[in-house]
C-alpha cells in the first residue's frame, strides 16, 4: 500500500494551475519536486495540505482520502521558504504551539520542545522573538514547530533556498540527519539541483503546471525521458536508431556515429538516449588502455566557466554535447575554443530511456 | 517667486469674488420667499447679495459674536426687541413684515385624529415640538400649551425636542410623530404637499408672531440694507409673501 | 549644475514646507481660538452644569457601547472582506462603505426610515428596541455612522497579515475559529486599537445621524454634538464653546493614540 497517492489532480487558480498530476510515495520516502518559479510547486503543496481544494482528482493519505478533509485533521506539517514563524510567540512558543493543541502537561510539552531543540541546536534561543533570529536559525525554529508535532507527511516549500552557501550546506546535512533520525515522509520543493542530490530518493520535475518526469532520482536524472527534464538536469539527450545487439551491448546510430550501450532494445527501433554531463571524460588524443566503449570526436564549441567546475559545449558533426570538467583540467589540457577533442564514455552512463 | 505671486492675485481674485455686497441674516424657515425676493433684488440693483440662513437664536447669536451682518431677519419679534436693547439693530429700520401662524401638522390621514390642541394630551399621542430655547417656534409652542393650561398634562406625551424646525416637518411627514406645531407657512411647501394635514389653531388660543426685519447699526453698507429691507417690506415684496403662504400684517 | 541641482531641491523644499506649515499654522490657530476665547471660569463652570454632566455621560455611554458593537461587527465583516473571495463581494464592500460618503443627515434619514414604521422597525419594537427618539437610538445612529471606518481598518490590517500564519497554525491542528483568535486577533491587535480608537472619535462626535435618529432632544437624546449645536441655537456661546473643548479633547486623545499604534489606511 502506498502512502501518499495523488490521482489525477486539477487545480486552476487562474494565474497558477496544475494538471494531471499522479505522485505515489512510500513512507520514508524523500520527494524532491523540481522546477523553475511558476511550475505550480507551491500549488502542489499547498493542494496536499488542503488550503486548495482540488477541481478534480484524489488525495489519498495512509489508505485515506483526505481530499474533503479539513487541513487541521490531515497531520500534515508544512515549512516555507520564509519560515513564516508567528512574530508574537516567543521561539519556544512558536515549537510548542502545535504541541499545546494536544497536550495538556506543561511539563512534557518542555521537555518535548527542549529535546526537539537540542537537536536541532536553537536550544539557545528558546526564549528570544522570532524577528530576532537569523535566516538559518529561524529555518531550524520552523522545522522544529512542524516536525514536534510528528506530522505523517512534511511539506517544505524552499527550505534552504534563502540561506547562504555555507548555512545552507550545514542546513542541509543537519536535515538529512534530522529526516533519516524521524522517518518522515517529506516533499521538498527546490530549484536547487544540490538539495535533490543531497537528499532526495525520487523526484518529481514541473513545468507549467504539469509534471514532466517522477520516478527514483537515478531514473530522473540519468534517464530523462523529455528534452525538458534532460536540460533541466543537465543530460543531453540524443535520438537515435538500435543498429546491432552484440554480445550484452546495444549499438545505436546516432548522427554520423556510433554509442554502445549496456541496456536493452530491438534492432531497427527508433530510440532516445540520454548522457550525463559528469560521466564524459573530455580527452585530447585517443585514449590507450581504457575499457570505455564510446570515443567520439567532437570540437570544443565553448568554455563556460562555473566556479570550480567548467561546462564544455561540444559538439560531433551536428550533435551538441555538455560536459563537465574539473576547472584546473581545462587548464592541464589547455582547452580552448575550436580544438578538436575526444569525448570518452562508459557504455553503461549510455542509458536507452 | 512668480508662483507666488500668481498664487496671491489668485487668492486675491476669489476672496473678493466671493465678498457680497449685502449679508443678510435671516431665519431659517423663511428660506424660500427670501431666496425668490434676493434674485430679484440682486437684478434689479447689480450687486451680489449673501444670505445666511440659521435658527433664529443661532443667527441671533452670530450677531452677539460681532459677525458682520446688514440686514436682521429672525422669525420672532423677541430677537429684534433684544437685539434694539442691546443696540445691534437701528430702531428706525424695525418693520413688522408678515404674520408667523403655528399651527397643528398632522400626517396625512391623521392617523392620531388630533383635532384641536386638547387631543395632543391624550394619552399615547406622540408629539414632536420645538426645543423652547432653540428654534423661534419652540418658545411660541411652550407659550401655546401655557396659555391653554396644558403644559404639564402635555408633557409625557413629548416625544422629542427638536432643535431645528425643519426637523419637525420631516417627522411628521415621514409618520413618525402623531402631531406637531410648526408655522403655517412651512406646509404650503409644494414638496411636503400630499404628507402633511392641517389642523387650525383657533385665534383666541394661538399666539401669532410677526416677522420683523432690521437694518443692523453695523451694516458695512448700510445704503442697500436699507433699500433691501424696504423692499422686503414694500407692496412688492408683499406679493412675493403672500405667494409663498404668509399673510401680510398689515403694518 | 551641481549647485543648480541643489538650489531646485531647495526651493522645491521650501515652496511645499511652506504650504504645510501655512496650513498647520491656520489649524493650530482655529484650535487655540477654540481654548482661548472662552474664559476658564466659564468652562469649569459650564463642565459642572447639569446639562454638561448629563450630555457628557450620556456621550461616554452611548460612545462605549456603540464602539464595543462597532468592533464586535466589524471584526467579521472586515476578516470576511479581506480573507474570503464570495458572490456579491464587491457590492457587499460598496454599500458597506457608502456611509463614509454619506452626509451624516442623509443616513440619519435613512436609518429614520428604517427603524419607523416599517416592518423592520415593528420588529425591533417589539423585541424592546426602539430607536425613533430614544437613546438606544443615538446609539445606533453612531453605531452605523463609525462602522464603515472600522470596517475599513480592520480589512486593511487583515490584508497586511499573512495568510500562511493562518495555514500554519491550521497545519498543527487548530480550527479555524482558533486560528482566528490565536493568530489572526492578536496579529490584528495595532489594527484593532486603532480601529477601537477611531470608532470611539467617530460616535462621540457624531452630529447629523443622531439629530435625525434621536430627535436631539434637550437633556433627553442630548449628546455633546448635540449640546454645542442646541447652544449656539440658545446663543449661549460659553456652553457651546465649552463642548466644542470637550470634543476636542477626545478627539485629540484618540488621533494620538491611533498615530501612536503605527497603523494607517
Redesign the interface.
Same mark, same amino acid.
Given at each position: 500500500m502506498s502512502f501518499l497517492k495523488i490521482e489525477d489532480l486539477h487545480l486552476n487558480l487562474g494565474e497558477f494551475f496544475l494538471q494531471e498530476i499522479f505522485i505515489t510515495l512510500q513512507q520514508g520516502d524523500y520527494l524532491a519536486v523540481i522546477g523553475p518559479t511558476g511550475a505550480g510547486k507551491t500549488l502542489l503543496l499547498e493542494s496536499i495540505i488542503g488550503f486548495w481544494k482540488p477541481d478534480r482528482g484524489r488525495i489519498h493519505l495512509v489508505g485515506k482520502d483526505i481530499t474533503d478533509e479539513l487541513p487541521e485533521k490531515r497531520r500534515i506539517g508544512i515549512v516555507y521558504q520564509d519560515y513564516v514563524l508567528l512574530p508574537h510567540f516567543t521561539v519556544y512558543e512558536n515549537i510548542a504551539y502545535g504541541l499545546k493543541k494536544k497536550e495538556k502537561e506543561k511539563k512534557r510539552i518542555r521537555e518535548k520542545v527542549n529535546r526537539m531543540a537540542a537537536a536541532l541546536q536553537i536550544d539557545h534561543l528558546l526564549h528570544r522573538t522570532p524577528t530576532t533570529l537569523s535566516g538559518g536559525e529561524q529555518q531550524r525554529v520552523a522545522l522544529a514547530r512542524a516536525l514536534i508535532v510528528e506530522p505523517k507527511l512534511l511539506l517544505m516549500d524552499e527550505p534552504l533556498s534563502a540561506l547562504d552557501p555555507q548555512t545552507r550546506r550545514e542546513a542541509r546535512s543537519l536535515l538529512r540527519k534530522i529526516i533519516s533520525g524521524s522517518h518522515t515522509t517529506v516533499i521538498h520543493i527546490t530549484h536547487d539541483l544540490d538539495d535533490a542530490w543531497a537528499l532526495a530518493n525520487k523526484v518529481a520535475i514541473f513545468k507549467d503546471g504539469k509534471m514532466m518526469q517522477f520516478g527514483t532520482l537515478q531514473d530522473v536524472f540519468h534517464c530523462p525521458t523529455n528534452r525538458f527534464v534532460a536540460d533541466f538536469v543537465g543530460a543531453t539527450l540524443l535520438e537515435g536508431k538500435v543498429e546491432e545487439r552484440k554480445e550484452g551491448f546495444t549499438i545505436i546510430h546516432v548522427d554520423d556515429f556510433f554509442l554502445v550501450s549496456l541496456d536493452e532494445s530491438t534492432i531497427g527501433e527508433s530510440v532516445r538516449v540520454a548522457i550525463r554531463p559528469e560521466n564524459i571524460v573530455v580527452c585530447k588524443s585517443i585514449p590507450k588502455d581504457i575499457s570505455a566503449q564510446n570515443i567520439i570526436r567532437a570540437k570544443v564549441e565553448e568554455i563556460l566557466s562555473e566556479g570550480t567546475t567548467c561546462v564544455l559545449c561540444l559538439k560531433a558533426n551536428h550533435t551538441a554535447f555538455s560536459v563537465f570538467v574539473a576547472n584546473n583540467a581545462v587548464e592541464r589540457l589547455d582547452l580552448k575554443q575550436n580544438d578538436a577533442v575526444y569525448a570518452v564514455i562508459k557504455a553503461s552512463n549510455v542509458r536507452i530511456v | 517667486m512668480r &508662483?507666488l505671486v500668481a498664487f496671491c492675485i489668485v487668492c486675491f481674485a476669489v476672496a473678493n469674488g466671493f465678498a457680497a455686497d449685502l449679508m443678510i441674516f435671516s431665519g431659517a424657515g423663511l428660506i424660500k420667499p427670501m431666496e425668490e425676493m434676493r434674485h430679484n433684488f440682486e437684478q434689479k440693483h447689480n450687486i451680489r447679495t449673501d444670505v445666511h440662513y440659521g435658527?433664529s437664536?443661532?443667527i441671533?447669536?452670530c450677531l452677539?459674536?460681532g459677525q458682520p451682518a446688514d440686514v436682521f431677519i429672525p422669525g420672532a419679534e423677541k430677537y429684534t426687541d433684544d437685539a434694539l436693547k442691546n443696540g445691534w439693530v437701528i430702531k428706525e429700520t424695525i418693520h413688522k413684515l408678515v404674520l408667523h401662524e403655528p399651527i397643528i401638522v398632522v400626517p396625512m390621514g391623521n392617523p392620531a385624529n388630533v383635532n384641536g390642541l386638547m387631543d395632543l394630551t391624550r394619552p399615547g399621542v406622540k408629539v414632536?415640538v420645538g426645543?423652547p430655547?432653540? $428654534?423661534a417656534i419652540g418658545r411660541v409652542t411652550k407659550q401655546i400649551f401655557e396659555k391653554n393650561g396644558i403644559s404639564e398634562k402635555i408633557n409625557p406625551n413629548i416625544?422629542?425636542?427638536? $432643535?431645528?424646525v425643519n426637523?419637525l416637518l420631516? &417627522?411628521v411627514a415621514?409618520?413618525?410623530v402623531d402631531a406637531s406645531i410648526i408655522w403655517k407657512d412651512l406646509t404650503s411647501w409644494a414638496e411636503e404637499k400630499g404628507k402633511l394635514e392641517v389642523v387650525p389653531i383657533p385665534k383666541e388660543k394661538n399666539i401669532i408672531q410677526t416677522i420683523p426685519t432690521a437694518v443692523c447699526t453695523n451694516a458695512p453698507n448700510k445704503e442697500l440694507a436699507v433699500k433691501f429691507n424696504d423692499y422686503i417690506a414694500s407692496e412688492e415684496g408683499m406679493k412675493i409673501w403672500t405667494k409663498w403662504g404668509y399673510e401680510p400684517c398689515g403694518k | 549644475m551641481g549647485i543648480r541641482a541643489l538650489r531646485k531641491i531647495s526651493f522645491f523644499h521650501l515652496?511645499f514646507l511652506s504650504v504645510t506649515f501655512f496650513i498647520t499654522l491656520l489649524l493650530l490657530l482655529a484650535i487655540g481660538s477654540l481654548f482661548f476665547v472662552p474664559s476658564w471660569e466659564d468652562v469649569a463652570q459650564n463642565i459642572w452644569s447639569p446639562e454638561m454632566r448629563y450630555s457628557l455621560r450620556l456621550s461616554l455611554i452611548t460612545g462605549f457601547i456603540s464602539t464595543a458593537l462597532v468592533m464586535l461587527f466589524a471584526l467579521p465583516i472586515g476578516y470576511a472582506l479581506s480573507r474570503f473571495h464570495f458572490w456579491g463581494k464587491g457590492f457587499v464592500k460598496t454599500i458597506t462603505d457608502m456611509p463614509v460618503a454619506f452626509p451624516e443627515l442623509v443616513l440619519g +434619514?435613512c436609518l +429614520?426610515?428604517v427603524f %419607523?414604521?416599517t416592518f423592520v422597525g415593528d420588529f425591533l419594537n417589539s423585541i424592546g428596541l426602539n430607536f425613533?427618539?430614544t437613546r438606544k437610538g443615538v446609539a445606533a445612529a453612531q453605531f452605523f455612522t463609525a462602522l464603515p471606518y472600522a470596517i475599513r481598518i480592520m480589512k486593511s490590517t487583515f490584508d497586511y497579515i499573512d495568510p500562511r500564519m493562518e495555514f500554519i497554525s491550521r497545519s498543527l491542528g487548530y480550527s479555524q475559529f482558533e486560528t482566528f483568535f490565536n493568530v489572526s486577533l492578536p496579529l490584528a491587535k495595532n489594527g484593532i486599537l486603532a480601529s477601537t480608537v477611531i470608532s470611539f472619535a467617530r460616535c462621540i462626535g457624531t452630529f447629523g445621524t443622531v +439629530?435625525?435618529l434621536a430627535?436631539?432632544? #434637550?437633556m433627553?437624546?442630548e449628546v455633546l454634538p448635540?449640546t454645542l #449645536? +442646541?447652544n449656539?441655537? #440658545? %446663543?449661549?456661546?460659553g456652553m457651546a464653546l465649552t463642548s466644542g473643548i470637550v470634543l476636542m479633547v477626545v478627539s485629540f486623545l484618540a488621533i494620538f493614540i491611533f498615530e501612536k499604534t503605527e497603523v494607517g489606511f
Open positions: - | &508662483y435658527g437664536g443661532e441671533f447669536a452677539a459674536a414632536a426645543d430655547k432653540a $428654534p416625544t422629542v425636542l427638536a $432643535p431645528t426637523q420631516i &417627522y415621514l409618520r413618525q | 515652496s +434619514l +429614520l426610515l %419607523g414604521s425613533v427618539f +439629530l435625525i430627535g436631539g432632544s #434637550y433627553k437624546t448635540i #449645536y +442646541l449656539i441655537s #440658545y %446663543g449661549n456661546m
